[in-house]
């Protein structure tokens, strides 16, 4: 069984706004071994990106903080850390790529420069140009020397987003997070852009946790798949085990209304609702307002994980074998 290396257990992260505690992420359990690629999936909303910032402990807002849980990177508890070791596992041993390359990258600064601050950070600047130039080279940019002072704007988006993986991968990390790393991209430079981070994820021997709403994506890039809902994992297991047999309502919802580039097959259904607001939380499942199979005692009780097979699990009272009664109707 390969080692864990990122191990998160009962992670709670709360954000206080002025309508009350919004819970963005609400216990999460979730572990990526060595070399793995886990997707995280979900609407948004659900907590997907909250849940990675939470690993690097760093919040787009200051209002943001973990207030239980524990996060351990190869056995070591990353919440015990002070702010200074801390910055030195951001990037050295744990990256992120963020979503939207345009707005992350210095416009007025020469993006090889960029790389090169990122490897700087850590390691001097001695030799941090060569790494930058052979970092940019990894990522397939074309000419990296000339491209090293060029800037943002004279870039393509896809471009852009080599660039910002490159920035993340200078210094060779054991974990990359990736958060939305296609969003903003056509079809095409997705593809070229997944097909990267298959190969960054060999060549380095780094693993992948890949935070997506795109099924199709976790379906081709990751062996484990946790599908989140209103900041908790309602069900994960092997991404071809789950995909082929989803046992929660709301990852059979996610199925039945994506798109495959691979049939011609209409959307069967579209789930009607929207993510619950996190600071007023439903009682019981809270999917259970959008759930075709709900019951009354979905509207009473949270259900625990639930065992379907070895590996995959899922919260949903269906598969509860003492559960008595059937459907609401």
């Not at 990106?49 to 807002?61: D, I, N, Y």
């Not at 929660?248 to 199925?255: A, C, D, E």
């Amino acid at each position: 069984m390969p080692e864990s290396l990122l191990e998160i257990e009962d992670l709670h992260t709360h954000i206080a706004t002025p309508r009350g505690i919004v819970r963005a992420v609400d216990g999460v359990s979730l572990s990526v071994a060595r070399g793995a690629a886990v997707g995280l999936v979900g609407e948004s909303g659900s907590g997907k990106s909250m849940t990675g910032f939470s690993v690097l402990r760093l919040f787009p807002t200051a209002r943001a903080r973990i207030v239980r849980g524990r996060i351990r990177l190869a056995s070591r508890d990353l919440l015990a850390l002070d702010d200074e070791a801390m910055r030195r596992v951001r990037g050295g041993e744990i990256a992120m790529v963020f979503q939207d390359p345009a707005t992350f990258l210095n416009p007025v600064l020469p993006v090889g420069r960029q790389v090169a601050e990122a490897y700087a950070m850590r390691h001097g600047w001695p030799r941090a140009r060569e790494h930058a130039i052979e970092a940019l080279a990894l990522v397939g940019l074309p000419d990296p020397d000339r491209l090293y002072h060029r800037f943002p704007h004279e870039l393509s988006g896809g471009m852009r987003q080599r660039v910002v993986i490159a920035m993340a991968t200078v210094c060779r990390p054991l974990l990359l997070i990736a958060d939305e790393p296609t969003t903003a991209l056509d079809v095409t430079i997705q593809a070229q852009i997944l097909d990267l981070l298959a190969r960054l994820r060999r060549e380095l021997g780094m693993a992948l946790l890949l935070i997506t709403h795109d099924l199709g994506i976790v379906a081709e890039v990751c062996e484990t798949v946790a599908v989140m809902y209103a900041g908790r994992i309602v069900e994960s297991g092997p991404a071809d085990r789950v995909f082929a047999a989803p046992g929660h309502p709301y990852t059979q919802g996610l199925l039945a209304s994506a798109l495959s580039v691979e049939e011609t097959r209409p959307i069967t259904r579209v789930m009607e609702g929207t993510v619950p607001d996190l600071a007023a939380l439903p009682a019981g499942c809270r999917f259970h307002p959008r759930c075709p199979f709900v019951m009354d005692r979905c509207r009473a009780d949270d259900p625990p994980d639930l065992t379907l097979a070895p590996g995959h699990v899922a919260a949903c009272w269906l598969h509860d074998a003492a559960m008595a009664g059937g459907p609401a109707r």
